[in-house]
């Protein structure tokens, strides 16, 4: 079983930024893909970003050159800055492992006024 715990999120103005983070803990190898999804109210949950164990990244079209995935310093840690906030980057956003099939966390508000 995995255990995904997310923070960072929170009230930002447009334009502004914030920063999440997540530890996957629990039946796990020591590295492995990880990313981030978002579902907004009233809409399917999307992949945003993804890294995998070769270094590799993937964006989401509707973010790409605002946000950064990168893996942070202790093992199966995961980071998502983002920049350029807009209204409608406003969703849960959710952190995921893939340890064969991807495992999501509980999820963490963003929420960006105009």
């Known amino acids: 079983q995995v255990q995904l715990v997310e923070s960072g999120g929170g009230l930002v103005q447009a334009g502004g930024s914030l920063r999440l983070s997540c530890t996957a803990s629990?039946?796990?190898?020591?590295?492995?893909?990880m990313g981030w999804s978002r579902q907004a109210p009233g809409k399917q949950r999307e992949l945003v970003a993804a890294?995998?164990?070769?270094?590799?990244?993937n964006y989401a079209d509707a973010v790409k050159g605002r946000f950064t995935i990168s893996r942070g310093n202790a093992k199966n840690t995961v980071n998502l800055q983002m920049n350029s906030l807009k209204p409608e980057d406003t969703a849960v956003y959710y952190c995921?492992?893939?340890?064969?099939?991807?495992?999501w966390g509980q999820g963490t508000q963003v929420t960006v006024s105009s």
């Open positions: 995921g492992c893939n340890t064969g099939n991807w495992d």
């Open positions: 890294i995998f164990t070769s270094g590799n990244t």
């Open positions: 629990g039946s796990i190898k020591d590295m492995n893909d």
